[in-house]
């Protein structure tokens, strides 16, 4: 049983605080990709021309996609959850007769949500820029979702786990921004050294922007079977921590 | 102290409730208690004493360690989603949406208890609570006493059978004190039962009908307010003389008397319920010395004194 209400309250009101602060929930991160859009795309794309095929300018928008999303989704959803712990608001959700699925739903759902709107929005800006040819419109939804959703439950937990502000900020700054840049957003694998490639066979970001690379272009470092089953891991293995975290209560419950 | 609860149907029974939290901290010790619906319960005790974490953890934010709590019959571990549906929480401290308009705030709350949206009870709850005006103001605009109640319509916004109140009146004057204390009594006419903390015992005495006292982690007593007066308190009777003596007669020296009021008062203090008072005795051996009175009163020692004596001045 699921109180579906409850659920469909917290979603609705984390909408209504993107909204209300839609310059800093929509619109700066899509001025931001627009730059790197035109840093990347004209000043490196004049020199690179096409990559397997793909002209530098649309190769590099499934990567700038990612990027967004995956930033988005983890700086959402944390400090959504951070905020009501931060301010202690939270003491009304834990009262309250729902248990981590609603909590879930409507947070992660949130942030989830949010997110997808900012890489379609990207998506469709970029269209200005440069001819966009999707080859499988559903593998690039799918993996759009997915990411959205499995970077958000990230987000979640960073934002049960962070206890101070700073906390909150380091895991995307020394994590998630490194591994984006060093995930094949602006380059193929193969344009690596040979070592620095198996390294990246490490980095699971790799393969999201792989398959869904994969999805506008054919083009693929790694096999899109691959590609999903590494996101639907990754997305088990997030749902795993926070069902962990809330059958022992930590950091929520005393 | 306590005696065996003869209520056989409380809205809330909390049977040997112990928490001790991560750090070794030992909150709660061994409680058990009944409420009674419709009552107003208020628990007494100084700071630290463990009253907010007995009312967390009925409320569902703290774990217990050990024993359990049943609201109307239904265990809160097992049947939570029926038992936080009929308990609403004022917490102690004005956590609120600060950039959040008491509407939505308000709306909000009564969602996430799964309750359909109803704005005719909404308004009705924020005119009772003097709130309506200010439905769309921002909360980090109100006045503490503003902020207060919006915490109480967010706790009613879906209403619920048992409201808890944590330190309703903490800081607050004395004009917004018995604000509260108004709020609180029109509340249990509409059959609200009603449980608050307060350290305040003029609290207490005011509007409970029962009082728990609660004091390093243990329940030393909970009654009615005016059994606990009568089992706990003394009653003292007071005999004013017409002419100042200097010193209590020696044929009254079987009643252990204070003379006081420069000389004018003999103070005689005595246990309500004993079977033999004494005072009969005293007034005929007062008259056979032959000094005149000229008046004679009794008086009940307060809840603040049984207070003071159970867990001492700090
Ligand atoms: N989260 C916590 N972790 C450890 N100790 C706590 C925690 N919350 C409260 N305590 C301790 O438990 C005791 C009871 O606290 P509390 O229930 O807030 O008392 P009261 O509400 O009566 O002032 C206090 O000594 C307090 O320091
Ligand atoms: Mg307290």
Request: glycine share 8%; net charge negative.
């Amino acid at each position: 049983m699921i109180n579906t209400q409850a659920a469909k309250t917290i979603y609705k009101y984390e909408m209504l605080r993107a909204w209300n602060t839609i310059m800093q929930s929509f619109v700066s991160p899509i001025i931001s990709t627009v730059l790197y859009f035109v840093v990347f795309g004209s000043a490196i794309g004049s020199r690179i021309e096409t990559v397997e095929g793909v002209s530098y300018g649309a190769f590099i928008v499934p990567g700038l996609v990612m990027l967004a999303l995956l930033t988005q989704s983890v700086a959402n959803a944390s400090f959504g959850i951070y905020f009501p712990r931060f301010t202690g608001t939270i003491y009304e959700v834990l009262s309250a007769p729902i248990s981590f699925v609603e909590i879930l739903l409507g947070y992660v759902g949130a942030a989830a949500t949010k997110s997808f709107i900012i890489g379609m929005i990207i998506l469709a800006t970029s269209g200005f820029f440069v001819d966009l040819n999707i080859s499988h419109p559903f593998w690039m939804l799918g993996f759009l979702v997915l990411t959205c959703i499995s970077f958000s439950l990230l987000g979640f937990i960073i934002g049960l786990w962070a206890d101070n502000f700073e906390k909150l900020q380091l895991i995307p700054m020394l994590v998630i921004t490194p591994l984006v840049f060093l995930g094949g957003s602006f380059y193929t694998i193969d344009m690596l050294p040979p070592a620095w490639q198996t390294v990246s066979l490490f980095n699971p970001v790799v393969y999201l922007v792989s398959g869904f690379r994969w999805s506008f272009y054919e083009v693929a470092d790694v096999g899109v079977g691959i590609s999903l089953l590494m996101v639907l891991l990754f997305t088990a293995i997030c749902l795993a921590i926070i069902w962990w975290i809330f059958k022992t209560g930590y950091r929520l419950k005393q | 102290m306590n005696l065996p609860d003869m209520d056989t149907n409380p809205i809330i029974s909390v049977e040997a409730l112990s928490k001790v939290y991560g750090n070794g901290h030992r909150a709660l010790t061994d409680i058990t208690l009944n409420i009674h619906t419709g009552e107003i319960l208020a628990l007494l005790g100084p700071n630290g004493a463990g009253k907010t974490t007995l009312i967390s953890t009925i409320c569902g934010i703290v774990n217990p360690s050990e024993g359990s709590v049943k609201v109307s019959g239904y265990d809160i571990e097992q049947d939570y989603r029926i038992t936080r549906a009929m308990i609403g929480l004022v917490p102690q401290e004005l956590t609120l949406p600060s950039f959040d308009t008491v509407w939505h705030t308000v709306c909000f709350s009564r969602g996430l208890f799964g309750k359909e949206p109803d704005p005719a009870y909404l308004e009705q709850l924020l005119r009772d609570l003097s709130l309506w005006e200010k439905k769309d103001s921002a909360i980090r605009t109100l006045s503490g006493g503003m902020k207060r109640r919006v915490l109480i319509a967010k706790a009613l916004s879906h209403q619920p059978l048992v409201l808890f109140l944590d330190e309703p009146t903490a800081g607050v004057d004395v004009e917004l004190r018995k604000g509260m204390w108004n709020l609180v009594t029109g509340l249990k006419k509409l059959g609200v039962t009603i449980i608050l903390t307060t350290h305040y015992i003029e609290e207490a005495e005011a509007i409970a009908d029962r009082v728990g006292v609660i004091h390093k982690s243990e329940l030393l007593v909970i009654d009615d307010k005016q059994a606990l007066k009568h089992k706990l308190g003394k009653r003292q009777m007071t005999i004013e003389l017409e002419q100042p003596i200097a010193s209590v007669p020696h044929s009254l020296s079987g009643w252990s008397l204070e003379l006081s009021g420069e000389g004018r008062q003999l103070v005689y203090t005595y246990d309500s319920h004993s079977e033999h008072t004494g005072i009969s005795g005293l007034l005929d051996a007062v008259n056979s010395t032959g000094l005149l009175l000229k008046d004679v009163s009794t008086s009940q020692s307060s809840l603040e004194d049984i207070f003071i004596s159970l867990v001492g001045t700090e």
